[in-house]
């Protein structure tokens, strides 16, 4: 898969979990945040796909992905340990 593919995937299935995704301009790479019930993944515009992969998958990693159908290559990448 390419990155575009990989943060695509990852976007979609931030989607199902109703995560908000925020890029703005910020002076680090960003976060996962919950207010409330509300969840949110802020990250800069000008990050690498490989920094934008990361913070996608922590933010995946900190919700259950048990009942959402995954690619095995998305899933391997959300099992991984950093």
């Known amino acids: 898969m390419k990155k575009e593919e990989i943060i695509a995937e990852l976007i979609r299935i931030a989607g199902r979990l109703d995560i908000k995704i925020i ?45 959402i159908y995954i690619t095995p290559k998305i899933r391997e990448l959300c099992n991984e340990k950093k």
């Not at 207010?35 to 934008?52: E, G, H, R």
């Open 23 to 67: 890029e703005d301009r910020l002076l680090r790479k960003g976060g996962y945040c919950r207010v409330f019930t509300n969840k949110y993944l802020v990250m800069d515009k000008k990050i690498s796909d490989n920094d934008k992969i990361e913070l996608l998958t922590n933010a995946l990693k900190r919700n259950n992905l048990d009942d």
